[in-house]
């Protein structure tokens, strides 16, 4: 049997650790007792340290659970579904609680378990009986709008000494003979997850009954970021290939070890060559790491965890008898720090390529350009205005804000060129229409039988006219060129008042004919 | 009241584009029959390229181009999905008022090649109702089969004498004055390219001044990336950390991608042997190693690590 199992509290206070955390849990408890709702529970803390352990005993204390993890398919018709219904449905006459475990609530999948943190949301406002809610990580995502609505406890890792004592009482229940020293050490590499550590006391205690020092040095510790560092230091302060290769065997994404490594090198080594030399490898090692990465066959992986191990330790002529503090890379803080910038720059970038027909590339390497340009301010105001560009987005090419009475004058001039450009829209337009309008009086005209004939009148006359005012024009053409087209106008209604006859669409007709006639 | 004069002096008719005339010349061709095959223009960045796309779909398409033309450039998305979807659905629709619809593809070099298989089948399953046009910089990175499918014509660089004639014409109506010699300084800094000339004319002429070679000399070397040149000399003269972090700026603060960054330093480099900063023997290894971490890059290798380990070759 399993000593996770067998040595699991059977009451709340049996629970080791977290005193603090768990008055309150109590009150909560009791308060609920009483008959006073609360808030929903939310266990926060990391993986091994009782969270769920506590969880089902309190819901021991209420009449019925509902247990719902990571296993269970959690999407919004799901919970809805297995505690939606449940939670806000109460017996009419008795107090009859029913504990809600939501487990791993950050662990919801975006795709597979949709909509399951806003079914959790509706959960925790529709529900009368108890819920706890257990996550690892409080700046989780998905726990943002939860743990507003949630009394948080969060909860601490185990510290080692009680780890220690727990370990020295199953020890002599199991019959184990335990070195007090081991049994310390064991508690340490636990870094505070218990689970982990029992499973390991077990695992070496089932062989034989008696644990001694070399028993727990198969056990790797927990804790990852001291073998990161671990790795690295070795790469930086050993020559010997043996050690390199059995520091850097950890289950570490070799990526991040390379950053880190190259990260230490020039911090380090102090000679030029043995920067180049360990650069030159670990190069080849990021190759093989590209490499794996694109034909997905990571047996590359291991060449390139040569390079940057033994290659690197290699490359200096002999170790450095200083302390070394291993920096963890700058690359990834510069990166976080960055972000909004970056934004900014994609977003600005973004408006150009829509407005001017470039790729974001093209309009970021115009940017140097456009920072010269934006030093006049009645430039940078256009552009700006072009582009639609707000005041943020102004501020990266300039560190002034465009003065108050430029942006005036500016808005001032736009809006008579506005004025003047629409009034040549209009007129534009009122010209259309009348021509429009006079082809379809002259298809009215058609239609009337009786105007046929008189038309025919009109076109004789007109040509008349035509024949007339050609002989006009040339003598205004020697006299006046530009005064024609007025005169023409004139000539040519005289012309046509002269030919007037009684009939009113006749006229019109005639005036619109002989408009189009020129 | 322009905004950016690249805008703003962008021809629209196809007569009005600057170099290029026997390209316009065999364009004008399909505008007289009203029907076209598959285009790809291909030349290097400015010289016209997706300013002679829409000016060809504007006469072609007359008045109602704006409902008939689809453009996708570089930054919009462009995966399979796109190419599947919205390029399609584009293409499957009846032309409003126009002979026929067109999609105009800019920077069709940077579509994955997964994306480019994609359209090769739409490029001829349409072809009574949509015609394509693609840009690139480089054509032998498109696929064989698109490129069997088009018309391929190949933009020059544009040639000193029309780049002038078109700056003039700029100065004449944005009333800026000007010296013979800067512009001609212009045309030497935008090597071909019509929006960096016009982008520097703009910024010359920002400052309010005649634009002379200095004022040009001035707004070039000012708008030259100053970080790359800086690591480089501190990386000579032995400061590795400091170079490093410059590296780290320029790529994650400016966003300079790493085949960018490989472009200006070698530009920088072998702008130093030029000035005779630098003697051969340093130069060719430089190369050796600049050429190495180009090839590395472009395989698929974390560009930030390579640039680093070039860096060390400068110590």
């Not at chain 1, 929903?40 to 247990?67: C, N, Y």
């Not at chain 1, 601490?156 to 020890?171: Q, T, V, W």
Request: charged fraction near 35%.
């Amino acid at each position: 049997m399993l000593w996770t199992e067998k040595y699991r509290p059977k009451s709340i206070d049996d629970v080791i650790g977290n005193n603090k955390e768990k008055k309150e849990i109590q009150q909560w408890l009791d308060q609920w007792k009483k008959g006073n709702p609360q808030k929903p529970l939310l266990l926060v803390g990391s993986a091994g340290i009782g969270k769920t352990t506590l969880a089902h005993l309190i819901a021991e204390q209420f009449d019925e659970s509902i247990e719902l993890n990571a296993s269970d398919k959690r999407s919004q018709d799901e919970i809805m579904k297995t505690v939606g219904e449940s939670s806000s449905s109460m017996p009419l006459f008795s107090q009859f609680y029913k504990c809600i475990i939501l487990d791993e609530v950050d662990g919801i999948h975006g795709t597979n378990d949709r909509g399951g943190v806003k079914a959790i949301n509706e959960v925790i406002k529709k529900s009368k009986h108890p819920l706890i809610l257990i996550a690892n990580d409080f700046y989780s995502k998905r726990l943002t709008t939860i743990k507003t609505k949630c009394q948080v406890i969060k909860m601490k890792k185990i510290r080692s000494p009680s780890i220690n004592k727990l370990f020295k009482k199953i020890a002599e229940e199991e019959g184990v003979k335990a070195d007090p020293e081991v049994l310390k050490e064991l508690s340490k590499k636990a870094g505070g997850d218990l689970r982990s550590a029992l499973n390991s006391f077990q695992a070496i205690s089932d062989e034989n009954k008696t644990l001694e020092k070399e028993d727990i040095e198969n056990i790797s510790s927990k804790d990852d970021r001291s073998t990161i560092i671990n790795a690295v230091t070795v790469v930086m302060k050993s020559k010997t290939p043996s050690n390199v290769k059995k520091a850097l065997i950890t289950e570490e994404d070799p990526n991040l070890i390379m950053e880190y490594i190259a990260e230490n090198v020039p911090r380090e080594y102090k000679k030029k060559k043995e920067i180049q030399k360990a650069y030159e490898n670990l190069a080849k090692a990021d190759l093989y790491l590209g490499r794996a990465q694109q034909s997905r066959n990571y047996g590359y992986w291991k060449y390139a965890t040569d390079y940057m191990g033994v290659g690197v330790a290699n490359s200096k002529d002999e170790t450095y008898r200083k302390f070394t503090k291993i920096t963890s890379p700058t690359v990834f803080s510069k990166m976080r720090k960055n972000k909004g910038k970056k934004n900014l720059r994609d977003k600005i970038a973004e408006k150009m390529s829509e407005k001017m027909h470039i790729s974001n590339a093209v309009a970021i390497s115009m940017f140097p350009y456009l920072k010269i340009m934006f030093e006049n301010d009645e430039l940078a105001w256009e552009i700006s205005d072009f582009l639609e560009f707000n005041d943020e987005e102004i501020k990266l090419f300039r560190k002034k804000k465009i003065p108050k009475n430029v942006i005036r004058k500016m808005e001032k001039q736009k809006n008579q060129i506005r004025e003047s450009k629409k009034e040549k829209y209009r007129e534009k337009i009122s010209e259309k229409i009348i021509k429009e309008t006079g082809e379809l009086a002259k298809n009215e005209v058609e239609d009337i039988e009786s105007v046929i004939e008189t038309q025919k009148e009109i076109t004789k006359i007109e040509k008349k006219t035509q024949q007339n005012y050609k002989k006009e024009e040339d003598k205004f053409k020697i006299k006046n060129p530009k005064k024609t087209v007025e005169n023409k106008k004139e000539t040519k209604e005289k012309l046509v008042e002269d030919s007037k006859k009684d009939d009113k669409n006749k006229n019109e007709k005639s005036k619109q004919t002989s408009l189009f006639s020129f | 009241m322009s905004g950016p004069l690249v805008e703003k002096y962008r021809p629209q008719t196809l007569d009005d584009i600057v170099g290029q005339k026997s390209i316009i010349k065999r364009l004008q061709k399909y505008v007289g029959e009203k029907s076209m095959p598959n285009l790809m223009f291909t030349g290097p960045a400015g010289v016209g390229k997706t300013t002679t796309a829409i000016a060809l779909v504007k006469t072609i398409l007359g008045d109602y181009w704006r409902q008939n033309f689809l453009e996708l450039n570089a930054s919009d998305a462009r995966g399979i999905e796109t190419v599947r979807n919205n390029i399609k659905n584009f293409c499957r629709l009846k032309p409003v008022n126009a002979p026929f619809r067109i999609i105009f593809l800019d920077e069709v070099d940077n579509m994955t090649k997964d994306a480019q298989h994609a359209l090769r089948r739409e490029m001829e399953m349409y072809t009574k109702t949509a015609s394509f046009i693609l840009s690139c910089n480089y054509s032998s990175k498109i696929i064989d089969p698109i490129q069997s499918r088009c018309a391929i014509f190949r933009f020059a660089p544009i040639n000193g004498e029309s780049m002038i004639k078109r700056l003039k014409y700029i100065c004449k109506h944005q009333k800026i004055k000007y010296e013979d010699e800067g512009l001609e300084n212009i045309v030497y800094f935008a090597e071909g390219d019509m929006r960096k000339a016009i982008n520097i004319l703009q910024s010359c002429a920002s400052e309010g001044e005649k634009v002379t070679e200095e004022s040009v000399y001035e707004v070039v070397s000012k708008a030259r990336p100053q970080d790359v040149n800086l690591m480089i000399t501190s990386a000579l003269s032995g400061d590795f950390m400091k170079a490093r972090d410059l590296l780290k700026e320029t790529m994650i603060i400016q966003g300079t991608s790493g085949e960018d960054m490989i472009t200006q330093i070698y530009t920088d480099v072998s702008k130093r042997v030029y000035d005779g900063k630098m003697n051969s023997d340093i130069y060719i290894e430089l190369i050796d190693a600049i050429a190495d971490c180009d090839f590395r890059i472009r395989e698929g290798a974390n560009p930030r690590i390579q640039l680093e380990a070039l860096l060390t070759k400068f110590l």
